[in-house]
């Protein structure tokens, strides 16, 4: 069972951007944290930004606060993320995800989220 799909994905110069989108699939699903977290070859997932129910609310790294934008669409079940100013060091294996949980004490930790999608790959060149 297919629980999220993302895109948008793509290969970029340093300083470029890009728009990563999420779909969930709304069976069974009654979410409140969604996030995007990436992974790095050899490095561990780690959280990018997340983004209470009904959007009022989010949460950056500080890696990538005042460069990356994070939004939601509770009515369409999506998930965006627009990533600006783009790093080398951004290069990563991007993931939404959807929690049961509320993000205010939870969404740096990535086993409280259930939900997950396969990936979408964002490669920066310098």
């Known amino acids: 069972q297919v629980q999220a799909v993302e895109s948008g994905g793509g290969s970029v110069q340093t300083g470029g951007s890009l728009r990563l989108s999420c779909i969930f699939s709304?069976?069974?699903?009654?979410?409140?944290?969604r996030a995007w977290f990436r992974q790095a070859p050899g490095k561990a997932r780690e959280v990018v930004a997340a983004i209470e129910r009904g959007g009022t609310t989010t949460y950056y790294s500080t890696s990538v606060e005042y460069r990356f934008t994070i939004s939601r669409d509770d009515r369409n079940n999506t998930l965006a993320l627009q990533m600006n100013n783009l790093k080398p060091e951004d290069g990563a294996m991007y993931y939404c995800a959807a929690s049961v949980h509320k993000c205010w004490n939870t969404w740096t930790r990535s086993e409280t989220f259930s939900y997950w999608g396969q990936g979408t790959q964002v490669i920066v060149s310098s």
């Open positions: 709304t069976y069974g699903m009654n979410t409140y944290c």
